[in-house]
């Protein structure tokens, strides 16, 4: 019966290391997520012949044509 005892609360632990990463994870990408967008958005004008145009605010640069 210790056995289960132990194999149970490794797996609750387990699961709480999971879920704080998860939580950090989720917290950064909606901390920098405009910023990044801004970064995927700046390096794609180029490949589809348009220039950049930074947003006001972080995520809302736009391609438009020169």
């Not at 917290?27 to 004008?45: A, I, P």
């Not at 930074?54 to 044509?65: A, D, N, T, W, Y």
């Amino acid at each position: 019966m210790t056995r289960w005892n132990q194999k149970g609360q490794a797996l609750v632990e387990y699961l709480l290391i999971i879920a704080v990463i998860s939580v950090v994870v989720v917290s950064v990408v909606k901390l920098l997520g405009g910023y990044l967008q801004d970064s995927m958005t700046k390096s794609s004008c180029p490949l589809v012949g348009k220039v950049y145009v930074e947003g006001s605010k972080p995520g809302e640069g736009q391609c438009v044509e020169p």
